[in-house]
Nanobody, 124 residues
């Protein structure tokens, strides 16, 4: 049974940093492109970032403006999202996802497995 479990969310203040983790079980992480999405209250889920199977290439949503970094450790079956300069607009539930067949996966439909998400709240 495939499971993706996110952790690291919480309540932080404007300008703070936070690192999210996504640990996978039931699959060989190295076979999957991994992505992070987020969903703010009352809004649709949106793409945040993805990382290639080997971790040597990453792609980010334009709105991030270089504030977030996605990385992975296949030996630990874990993907990370380092977030910095957080603002209240980053408040959302952040979910990781795994895509086996789409090396340029940026849409929800490109991903095969999803975690339940971890909540991030940024206060001003």
């Amino acid at each position: 049974q495939v499971q993706l479990v996110e952790s690291g969310g919480g309540l932080v203040q404007l300008g703070d940093s936070l690192r999210l983790s996504c640990t996978a079980s039931g699959l060989a992480l190295s076979r999957y492109v991994m992505g992070w999405f987020r969903q703010a209250p009352g809004k649709e889920r949106e793409f945040v970032a993805r990382v290639s199977r080997s971790g040597d290439a990453a792609y980010y949503a334009d709105f991030l403006k270089g504030r977030f970094t996605i990385s992975r450790d296949n030996a630990k079956n874990t993907v990370y999202l380092q977030m910095s300069s957080l603002t209240p607009e980053d408040t959302a539930t952040y979910s990781c996802a795994a895509s086996e067949g789409h090396f340029k996966a940026t849409t929800i439909g490109d991903y095969d497995y999803w975690g339940q998400g971890t909540q991030v709240a940024v206060s001003s």
